[in-house]
Nanobody, 122 residues
Framework: QVQLVESGGGSVQAGGSLRLSCAAS????????MGWFRQAPGKEREGVAA??????TVFYGDSLKGRFTISRDNGNYHLQLNSLKPEDTAMYYC?????????????????WGQGTQVTVSS
């Protein structure tokens, strides 16, 4: 079993920054991708960024690249959020998957954290 715990969410004003972190524990052998997703009220869960553990390749959702950066540090996965906008307000989730492909498709991820709330005010 894989356990994922997110931290770092909070409330900021537009233009501000936050750094989210995901701590992975348990049986992580075979995990190929670590991803960050977000879901705003009334909207579908959206792929934000993903990190391929084997080759280090990163993927970003459309229009998010340039403001958000995913990184790895000693087994923890971080999501740096810069130039935040009110429309970035959502619950942000860390997730892990073993398969290949669909790096930003939430349906392909099996393991999920509880989420951390990001609220951006104008």
């Amino acid at each position: 079993q894989v356990q994922l715990v997110e931290s770092g969410g909070g409330s900021v004003q537009a233009g501000g920054s936050l750094r989210l972190s995901c701590a992975a524990s348990g049986f992580t052998v075979g995990i190929n991708y670590m991803g960050w997703f977000r879901q705003a009220p009334g909207k579908e869960r959206e792929g934000v960024a993903a990190f391929n553990r084997g080759g280090g390749t990163v993927f970003y959702g459309d229009s998010l690249k340039g403001r958000f950066t995913i990184s790895r540090d000693n087994g923890n996965y971080h999501l740096q959020l810069n130039s935040l906008k009110p429309e970035d307000t959502a619950m942000y989730y860390c997730a892990a998957k073993m398969g290949f492909g669909g790096s930003l498709n939430p349906v392909t991820y099996k393991h999920w954290g509880q989420g951390t709330q990001v609220t951006v005010s104008s």
